[in-house]
């Protein structure tokens, strides 16, 4: 804080923008402030003496010294396009960045300090007198959001996107199948939602041996509810990140199709929690072919770069006794299942590189000859 005072937010004051870019984020900021308080404020304007709050896009210079006030050295850096200041004066409130994303950031710090400064029923709000520069420490700051195993519909996922925004997160990696449900409309494979997204009831507790006897489902996202959920999180800034589990994890997809494990079934959609021996058959090509057809629309969904596939918790004993995952073994010179994880892993990494995609896995695909393209999250 500086200075003894307050500004008073009250109706009608209004939101100045130094160039028509920022004549969203003066909309935006208006919404934010109205749904928060009830106050409404006036229509933009393009002139500085007009206006209460200004929003400007400024030099980058501006932000050169953040390394040094987080203790780093010259080499270090912050992501200076998410940098931003914000001063409260008696008379005015200024907001810069270098991009519309740092006027953003800025723009959620503001609603912060609103949001910690209402009053039961008030007209006005009285905001102390201070000066923020800010940028963050780390460029990857995620929420990991399982809707395969509880549900949420894109109404609860917006509200869970609007917490994100709030602590100035920028991903929310989406779980989107494993053995208890499968969440995303596949057109090419419209049974994993006809089948796939329900159970039959849901364990009580952590695997309690008793069970609610109510089914669950079915539930999932349509493609164009999962195309309005990422425009939703675009909007604030936010990267979904799918993740579409394999080789394991596998239930919801194998009770659709068992013609994809090493037994052929009988399967069903898990009814617990937990790790288990039905996982996906790396031996069958079919195995291949619906990855890829499933990826194929994942794909061309989501416009980050980055699929999450999971690659963890995947007992090999199924593949111990499969002729087709041993066969596959010995046509590629493996030496024991491990390798025929690695291979799969490596031949979906090899797949979503040629559509532009780079792989994040957990840190059990480390256990291979990993490739330097793959992020591994632990």
């Not at 449900?181 to 159970?199: A, D, H, N």
């Amino acid at each position: 804080t500086v200075g003894e005072g307050t500004f008073t937010i009250h109706p009608g004051i209004e939101i100045g923008y130094a160039d028509e870019s920022l004549k969203g984020m003066g909309e935006l900021l208006s919404n934010e402030i109205e749904k928060l308080s009830g106050i409404k404020l006036a229509s933009a304007s393009d002139k500085e003496s007009n206006c209460i709050i200004f929003l400007e896009v400024t030099d980058p210079k501006e932000f050169a010294d953040l390394p040094k006030a987080y203790g780093l050295s010259p080499k270090d850096s912050v992501p200076v396009d998410e940098s931003y200041s914000l001063s409260i004066q008696k008379r005015n409130i200024y907001i810069k960045a270098t991009t519309l994303e740092g006027i953003y950031r800025g723009i959620t710090t503001l609603k912060q300090i609103v949001g910690g400064n209402l009053q039961p029923g008030g007209e006005k709000i009285y905001l102390p007198l201070l000066e923020v520069k800010d940028a963050p420490r780390f460029a990857w700051r995620g929420l990991s959001f399982d809707v395969s195993r509880c549900f949420f519909d894109p109404e609860e996922v917006k509200q869970v996107i609007d917490m994100v925004a709030l602590y100035k997160m920028n991903v929310l990696h989406m779980h989107l199948a494993d053995n208890q449900g499968w969440r995303i409309e596949i057109k090419k494979y419209p049974e994993l939602t006809q089948i796939g997204s329900q159970r039959k009831q849901t364990v009580i507790g952590k695997n309690t041996g008793k069970y609610d006897g109510t089914p669950y489902g079915p539930y999932f996202f349509t493609q164009e509810e999962i195309k309005e959920v990422i425009q939703y999180a675009a909007d604030r800034y936010i990267t979904i990140i799918p993740e579409i589990e394999l080789p394991g994890h596998a239930l919801a997809a194998l009770a659709t199709y068992p013609e994809l494990g090493c037994t052929g079934g009988p399967y069903e959609v898990c009814q617990m929690w937990g790790v288990f021996p039905e996982v996906f058959c790396p031996g069958n090509e079919k195995t291949f072919e619906f990855w890829e057809g499933v990826l194929d629309e994942v794909a061309e969904l989501f416009p980050g770069e980055i699929i999450h596939i999971g690659g963890d918790e995947c007992p090999r004993d199924a593949w111990k006794k499969c002729k087709k995952c041993q066969a596959r073994m010995k046509q590629e010179k493996m030496k024991d299942e491990g390798e025929l994880q690695n291979y799969t892993v490596h031949r979906i990494e090899a797949y979503l590189k040629e559509k532009g995609k780079r792989i994040l896995g957990w840190d059990e695909i480390l256990e291979g000859d990993v490739s330097k393209t793959a992020i591994v999250m632990s």
